[in-house]
């Protein structure tokens, strides 16, 4: 069985400060994990995914996540926050050779000028 | 290439009225899914395709219904509208076969008000 959860249903930061959403996993098998981001009224957009490659993990926008599997983590950081960083974030398992997605709660993230 | 698509955009029904919400693919994705997206809930899995001629039930299959005769169509049918299905729908598809990380590509998304 998969899941995930998302430690912070909101998160508010200055612009130009670091952001941090957290993510914890729960996965049968090696995970496949992703990180997208939904801004209002749209439609969703991958920012990142793992794929057993690097544990760290660059993404657009300059987002980037680390992948600790003794820990069950994916958090997602990004150095500088910047005004259109304002949205909802969704942490996304699926076990590896499972087209099934389970998603977090997601993650709302404000910022403040 | 318009990637996965969606129509209606937007749609108000009356509680007990059917409708289908039509996906389509241009990609030639194997597998394809529905998905509903409810506040502080995420994107529940209602129904998903393996390819052509293959469905089977998500999380949250009750009242929905799916069918896949062609491998760039996928339309969810609600057959008597309910309130609880008030919802953001939204479909997605991946390669599947040799895609490792089965990213999948989302559509735009349908708003369902159900009165």
């Known amino acids: 069985a998969q899941s995930v959860t998302q430690l912070d249903s909101h998160v508010s930061v200055s612009e130009g400060t670091p952001v941090l959403l957290r993510c914890n996993y729960s996965s049968s098998y090696s995970p496949s994990l992703f990180w997208y981001v939904q801004h209002p009224n749209k439609g969703l957009q991958l920012l990142l995914k793992?794929?057993?490659?690097?544990?760290l993990v660059k993404g657009i926008n300059g987002f980037e996540a680390e992948f600790k599997k003794s820990e069950t983590s994916f958090h997602l950081t990004k150095p500088s926050a910047h005004m259109s960083d304002a949205a909802e974030y969704f942490c996304v398992v699926s076990d590896r050779g499972n087209y099934k997605l389970s998603f977090g709660a997601g993650t709302t993230v404000t910022v403040r000028a | 290439n318009a990637g996965v698509t969606q129509t209606p955009k937007f749609q108000v029904l009356k509680t007990g009225q059917s409708m289908t919400l039509q996906c389509a693919q241009d990609?030639?994705?194997?597998?394809m899914s529905w998905y509903r997206q409810d506040p502080g809930m995420g994107l529940r899995l209602i129904h998903y395709s393996v390819g052509a001629g293959i469905t089977d039930q998500g999380e949250v299959p009750n009242g929905y219904n799916v069918s896949r005769s062609t491998t760039e169509d996928f339309p969810l049918r609600l057959l008597s509208a309910a309130p609880s299905q008030t919802s953001v729908y939204f479909c997605?598809?991946?390669?599947?076969?040799?895609?490792?990380?089965?990213?999948?590509?989302f559509g735009p998304g349908t708003r369902l008000t159900v009165t």
């Open positions: 997605a598809s991946t390669r599947g076969s040799g895609s490792p990380t089965y990213e999948q590509y």
């Open positions: 990609m030639n994705h194997e597998y």
């Open positions: 793992y794929t057993s490659a690097a544990t």
